[in-house]
Antibody, heavy 121, light 114 residues
């Protein structure tokens, strides 16, 4: 059974950094069909795609709202997905979900439970 | 970016009645080479992560009750709950995965019991 467990959320001040992790299990993390994403949801708001990474890390995409500040990466040896978040802003406050795509570049077949990031002075 | 617009923002339906949610994309999400619509529907219950219901606009995910159905093509899509159950109270989102490097969601539709 596929499991995605996020960690690393917390309360930080504007301008600070945070690194989120997502440990994956129940599937072959390095398989060429397992692209991964981060999707966030601000309190009481809708879903916003944040970043995407290919199965081997060779291609990555970031939303314009986080480009230049956030970086998605993955460590296949640790079955772990990361999101390095720098220069955090209050508008980055959200639950961040780790997500596994069903087929390369398509819909999300599995979501983690999410980790809350709060940016506040 | 492809903008996804859902309507209505919320609706209240009696138990056993039909619920219909619309989703419109700012450009076609139909990929001509394979004749597939790159659109998914998700359900999110309070305090839970989303869960996929429908992909390729009309293919039901394994385990999803058959009262959920998706239809439409090009830019206009519909999610129908044929007979609303209490456990269907949730927010529903459409999402396009046509645009490589920019996945976008609709703003969500909240479904409640009347």
């Amino acid at each position: 059974q596929v499991h995605l467990v996020e960690s690393g959320g917390g309360v930080v001040q504007p301008g600070e950094s945070l690194r989120l992790s997502c440990v994956a299990s129940g599937f072959t993390f390095s398989s060429n069909s397992h692209h991964m994403q981060w999707v966030r949801q601000a309190p009481g708001k809708g879903l916003e795609w944040v970043a995407h990474i290919w199965y081997d890390g060779s291609i990555i995409y970031h939303a314009d709202s986080v480009k230049g500040r956030f970086t998605i990466s993955r460590d296949t040896s640790k079955n772990t997905l990361y999101l390095q978040m720098n220069s955090l802003r209050p508008e980055d406050t959200a639950v961040y979900y780790c997500a596994k795509l069903a087929v390369a570049g398509t819909w999300v077949s599995k979501w983690g439970q999410g980790t809350l990031v709060t940016v506040s002075s | 970016d492809i903008v996804m617009t859902q309507s209505p923002d919320s609706l209240a339906v009696s138990l056993g009645e039909r619920a219909t949610i619309h989703c419109k994309s700012s450009q076609s999400v139909l990929y001509n080479s394979n004749n597939k619509n790159y659109l998914a529907w998700y359900q999110q219950k309070p305090g839970q992560p989303p869960k996929v219901l429908i992909y390729w606009a009309s293919t039901r995910e394994s385990g999803v009750p058959d009262r959920f159905s998706g239809s439409g093509s090009g830019t206009d899509f519909t999610l129908t709950i044929s007979s609303l159950q209490a456990e269907d109270v949730a927010v529903y989102y459409c999402q396009q995965y046509y645009s490589t490097a920019s996945w976008t969601f609709g703003q969500g539709t909240k479904v409640e019991i009347k």
